[in-house]
């Protein structure tokens, strides 16, 4: 449901209900102290099922009973789900129903993750012996065109919101997956479209409604409530509620979109990474340059030797803005080498979804582990052969982002680490006999290059097998004083510490 007003429109249901994180590391992990429990709790008996089912009006699956596996392996779209089985799922459709949940919750003292979209590679949402609020079927989005901002539900796909959107000749930043709920995307922080310019998905929210770990429905932007909205921007599971909607800025849609592609084999690998190095701060800001790693034929889907792939999409304007950002894919030193080139190539956001799809297609199990790094050339490149080329499956791939030149994140966002570039690893794989070795690969890539990461991105993260800064040391120390603040008991789950 979409309409061009309203976004206060729920002031009086907000009354009546009302009426570390960024950085784990080991020591961090080893020193962090649970938080005392709110006890004594009531025990979860039959009738207590009975009266939370009572008081929902979505679906409440305990474990055990014939719909529960259905929905817990519906909450994570990889195909490898955690072996973690909450004690009850909660498929919320209103804030009543997540409120209902979150007081059943605190009184009987069960733990609350909060699923959106459900690609949270880490699956955070979904622990032992907790409870599992699944927003995936609230779907009202209301589109402020004016004034150019949305109310949606968090677990609303990015893609729907920009199909909505665009008819409008607006666009919100999403991620490059159709698939990814709003939610987990920009609350993690969120690479999307044009995020070099406008922002990341954690910049374009401006206000979110909560059901804080008392059980009340409140609001949170920037006069009311703060807390909560700084720690929205980016504190991804570390968050201290359950977002149940989202007040978001969006952009004018740009007429132009454009894409550069070129091929090349592993043997020029050295020189095409010291060049895109090299060219990070000559990137325009509406312009995103990726190299991907690949090995798998794109027809067939069956194992090809490793190929590098020199994309860029350019957002703009106007056709000369984008086909001058686009030429400097022409001075890389092995252009002469290319084995296909595809340039200025026209583009839709549907064209860029599908693509997005085709690297991480469902049905698929997935690990991935990632960093971002400052590093020169002369230090990353020689690193780099072994991440790109010992590629374990034919569907896995590895990512390179130019992301710099960096601006300083504002100081009311957690959001709070990035680096010049972005290198993510992503295997993928069908045969369950292999998950171990395959859960390792990315991880076990990264280890050479360690030392040269300033931390990593949230959305792409392996937190339990491979923690690292995620937050400044500054806003993981604010983070956990609001917890402690504003959820003292540990009603809510927050990062994954164990794979467990």
Not at 180 to 191: D, E, L, R, S
Not at 377 to 396: D, G, I, Q, Y
Request: with cysteine; hydrophobic share 40%; proline share 6%.
């Amino acid at each position: 449901m979409t309409s061009q007003n309203k976004p206060n429109s729920r002031r009086d249901l907000l009354k009546s209900m009302a009426a570390a994180g960024a950085l784990i590391g080991a020591s961090a992990a080893a020193t962090a102290a649970p938080r005392k429990a709110a006890g004594p709790f009531l025990p979860i008996t039959a009738s207590a099922r009975r009266e939370l089912k009572k008081a929902v009006k979505g679906q409440v699956l305990w474990q055990g009973e014939a719909a529960y596996e259905s929905a817990r392996g519906n909450a994570v779209y990889r195909a490898n789900k955690p072996k973690r089985f909450p004690t009850v799922i909660v498929i919320a459709e209103s804030d009543k129903d997540v409120v209902a949940a979150v007081r059943f919750a605190r009184g009987h003292g069960l733990k609350v993750g909060r699923r959106s979209g459900g690609h949270g590679w880490s699956s955070a949402h979904l622990r032992n012996g907790a409870m599992l609020i699944d927003l995936s079927r609230m779907q009202e989005v209301e589109i402020d065109a004016k004034n150019k901002t949305l109310w949606t539900h968090p677990g609303v796909l990015g893609s729907r919101l920009n199909a909505e959107l665009n008819p409008l000749g607006l666009i919100i930043p999403t991620a490059h997956h159709p698939t990814v709920g709003i939610g987990g995307f920009a609350m993690c922080g969120g690479f999307g479209w044009n995020s070099r310019l406008w922002g990341n998905g954690s910049a374009h929210i401006l206000a979110v409604d909560v059901v804080n770990a008392e059980g009340e429905l409140i609001r949170a932007d920037e006069t009311q409530n703060t807390d909560y909205l700084w720690a929205a921007r980016g504190a991804g599971a570390g968050f201290f509620g359950v977002v149940t909607r989202m007040k978001m800025r969006v952009n004018v849609l740009p007429p132009v979109m454009k894409l550069s592609a070129y091929g090349y084999t592993a043997d020029v690998l050295e020189e095409l990474f010291t060049w895109a190095r090299g060219i990070v701060d000559k990137i325009p800001p509406y312009m995103e340059l990726v190299i991907v790693s690949t090995a798998h034929d794109a027809k067939t889907g069956l194992a090809s030797p490793v190929r590098l792939t020199v994309a860029a999409l350019a957002i703009t304007e106007t056709h000369k803005q984008a086909d001058d950002a686009l030429a400097i894919l022409e001075t890389c030193p092995v252009l002469s080498k290319a084995t296909f080139r595809r340039v200025g190539i026209p583009q839709d956001l549907e064209q860029r979804y599908a693509s997005g799809y085709a690297a991480d297609p469902a049905g698929y199990r997935f690990a991935v582990d990632n960093i971002y790094t400052n590093a020169p050339a002369a230090e990353l490149v020689p690193k780099l052969r072994k991440l790109f080329t010992e590629l374990p499956s034919p569907r896995s791939h590895v990512f390179w982002l130019n992301w710099g030149p960096t601006r300083p994140f504002p100081e009311d966002m957690a959001l709070s680490v990035q680096g010049d570039v972005f290198l993510a690893a992503y295997s993928l794989w069908e045969d369950p006999a292999q998950d171990e070795a395959m859960e390792m690969w990315p991880v076990n890539q990264f280890k050479d290059l360690r030392s040269l990461s300033v931390g990593g991105q949230m959305n792409d993260e392996n937190i339990a097998r491979s923690p690292q800064r995620y937050l400044s040391d500054a806003a993981n120390n604010k983070l956990e004083a609001l917890r402690e603040r504003h959820d003292p008991h540990g009603v809510f789950l927050s990062f994954l510490r164990s794979v467990t």
